[in-house]
């Protein structure tokens, strides 16, 4: 039985929006939680600052080590509460590569995950962005690509030909 769905995706690329369709087309109850969920429980001394997160004039995101020792209690924490029985959707953004996903890896062990490509052209996410008006311009574009370098996915979904729910079913026809 799947125990954890990772989508790694660029910002702006529609994984929100697809992890709160896929709690409404799974028939058991799953926890949403995303790397925003990380950055909105930080002090915000910690969301300007080079020791931990930064996001500069170009959207690029910048973290640091006091940020890093935080994410990785975050992500035990998530590994502990599936291996308590919560089924947990993850909502990433593998800034670091290959290394994002190894530690993640690491965390869930034995845990049975979906590992999920959210991909979306950078144009389309650049816009997507815009409309949001909660973003650093330039963030969008600037992981579009890079955040699926090097990834071993179980099933890869792409927002720019389909609607949120149709990726959410897609996915869903793969969860245990």
Not at 37 to 51: C, F, G, H, K, Q
Not at 76 to 103: C, H, N, T, Y
Not at 165 to 175: F, Y
Request: proline share 3%.
């Amino acid at each position: 039985m799947t125990q954890v769905i990772v989508l790694n995706g660029g910002s702006s690329s529609g994984k929100s929006g697809i992890a709160r369709c896929l709690q409404a087309v799974l028939p058991d109850p799953w926890l949403a939680l995303g790397t925003d969920t990380l950055v909105e429980a930080l002090p915000a001394s910690m969301r300007a600052s080079d020791a931990a997160i930064e996001f500069a004039p170009d959207g690029e995101v910048i973290v640091g080590p006091d940020f890093r020792t935080l994410e990785a209690a975050w992500i035990e924490g998530v590994a502990a509460m599936a291996r308590a029985g919560a089924r947990v959707i993850v909502d990433e953004v593998f800034l670091g590569g290959v290394d994002s996903q190894k530690r993640w890896q690491k965390a869930l062990g034995e845990l049975r995950v979906l590992w999920v490509g959210v991909r979306c052209d950078s144009a389309v996410a650049a816009g997507r962005e815009v409309a949001r008006g909660d973003r650093v311009i330039g963030m969008a574009a600037s992981q579009a690509d890079v955040v699926h370098r090097g990834m071993v996915y179980d099933l890869e979904v792409d927002t720019a030909h389909a609607e949120s729910m149709e990726c959410a079913r897609i996915i869903a026809a793969d969860v245990s």
